[in-house]
């Protein structure tokens, strides 16, 4: 790769120590303003030995503090998981899932965990069906408890800190539990989205804790404190998971979740004591000089973002220009295919069989590349027939997957790595409150119809199964198995978009990680090609429609957080897009 192009900044460690005091005596100065759509140009930074990217300035304080007191990566996701819980609740949180993708360097191998919720026992295949056997719109579903999947984060991450963590667990929790007593200032994105969500106010805890008592939202830099959720911390930290998971936190959340007057819920006391995280195999696949890992099922993102680069490996993308119209019509058609394969294969391989060996093979994708015509889009994609299966015998799955998420990178001085992406799904998930944090929405991931002419959907609902998600938390490596980088990004099924963009930038256009995260994004989930609006991709719609596109301008709200190996050590991107921040030493 080429040598970054864009000025390296050093952040030190007095740096992030003025952050994190900020943080903490004086807020209304540490939460960075929002991003402009017209994507600012941000410095990349670097630095020698660990790197900590996040959506959030104190998260990412929380996290490089971990680091410097001796913790792993995973210590530091921990903390900056636990802060973006308090500060950017719209996105993730305890209440929701994850996916976490870690890199151990002294064994040399990539681990997959899986923190994803479940479908509770009780969930039926028609519980997203109105009386006459329809789907019901999105929101009679979201709003309320039938939505809410059991939550995984915490028990996610209790696994990963067992099996890699260095630092005590308690201890990963102060900088959370101290921000949530203190205090933090609401930043202009979050009291944005407060203000024009119609349905947050409707619950009576939410609304107290969002909203004055004239019902008009916190405003940007006002202070916010949640001392419930500071003490549900505090009790998680000092007891352990099974303080979430049992006792009277499940309770109140099963009580919350049972009480919606009109949408019930059907999450049990037992579902939540029973839920168990997993480690999974991760899928890797080989793209010119690299090795790229992603998630596997229940995820689509993975299996998805690999498919792509395996069709694209058997053009010359290099030779096209970034922003450029053979460059979004290459790029918009390949992902066409990869996702009429995802509509159609992808669900929780613990419940249908998920062709992954054959989706990826590399002969079933350089078939799949064949059918691109670099003069001619070809509108909708068909489903291929991968190799291990003689027929397409599953029903295509369009659920709708909103951008409500948060992605994390890191790398620790060891050299270990984490790309975690967490998510309570829509913006503020169910919008139930339950003892300061948010309950989760991710039930809305499964197909609402259990089959299409008479055809199952692998997606659909059973008990106890995971929800498809398009969380593409990804790892990139040399042939010699050295890691190169990790990122990913938000955005509901556009994830897997936003990330196979920034790989084409820094490993087929050799831009470093921040010019990578920061060019315009752009793609097809098999509809419209898609276009990021007030950007230099806009001129290219006239050429694009000359080649058979139907083209939708719009917001593209990524979160793309990335870093990158430099020859002086660690290079960290940020998503102009979102108020993240890149930090090490």
Known sequence: MKKPAIKAVRYSFAVLAALLSLSLHAADRTEAPEAATGLQQQQAVVAKHAMVVAANPLAVAAGVDMLRRGGSAVDAAIAVQMVLALVEPQSSGVGGGSFLLYYRHDHNRVLAYDGRETAPAAATADMFLDDTGLPVSFYQAVIGGKSVGVPGTLRMLALAHAHQGKLPWRTLFGPAIKLAERGFIVSPRLHALIARDKYLPLQAAARAYFYHADGTPLAAGERLVNPQLAKVL??????????????????????????????????????????????????????????VCGMPPPSSGGVAVLQILGMLESYDVAAMPPESTAAVHLISEAERLAFADRNVYLADDDFVNVP??????????????????????????????????????????????????????IVDRWGNAVSMTSSIEDAFGSRHMVDGFLLNNELTDFSFAPEQDGKLVANRVQPGKRPRSSMAPTLIFDRQQQLVGAIGSPGGSSIINYVTKALVGVLD?????????????????????????????????????????????????????????????????????????????
């Open 509 to 585: 256009w050799h831009l470093d990680i921040q010019q990578a995260v920061a060019l315009p994004n752009f793609g097809s989930r098999n509809g419209p090609t898609e276009l990021e609006q007030n950007t230099a991709l806009e001129t290219l719609q006239p050429s694009l429609q000359s080649l058979g596109h139907t083209v939708k301008l719009g917001e593209a709200n990524s979160g793309l957080h990335g870093i990158m190996r430099v020859p002086d050590g660690w290079m960290g991107g940020v998503d102009p897009r979102r108020e993240g921040m890149a930090v090490g030493y």
């Open 234 to 291: 505090r009790q998680v930290a000092q007891r352990g998971v099974k303080a979430f998971y049992t006792g009277k936190i499940a309770r109140d959340m099963v009580a919350t979740v049972h009480a919606h007057p009109t949408n019930p819920g059907r999450m049990s006391l037992a579902d939540l004591a029973g839920y168990r995280a997993k480690l999974r195999t991760p899928v890797c696949g080989g793209y010119r000089a690299y090795i």
């Open 356 to 409: 992954v060996a054959g989706l990826l093979d590399k002969h079933y994708l350089q078939q799949r590349a064949s059918l691109i015509n670099p003069l001619h889009a070809m509108g909708v994609a068909e489903p291929g027939i991968p190799p291990g299966m003689t027929a397409i015998s599953q029903a295509e799955d369009n659920a709708l997957e909103l951008p409500s998420t948060s992605h994390i990178s």
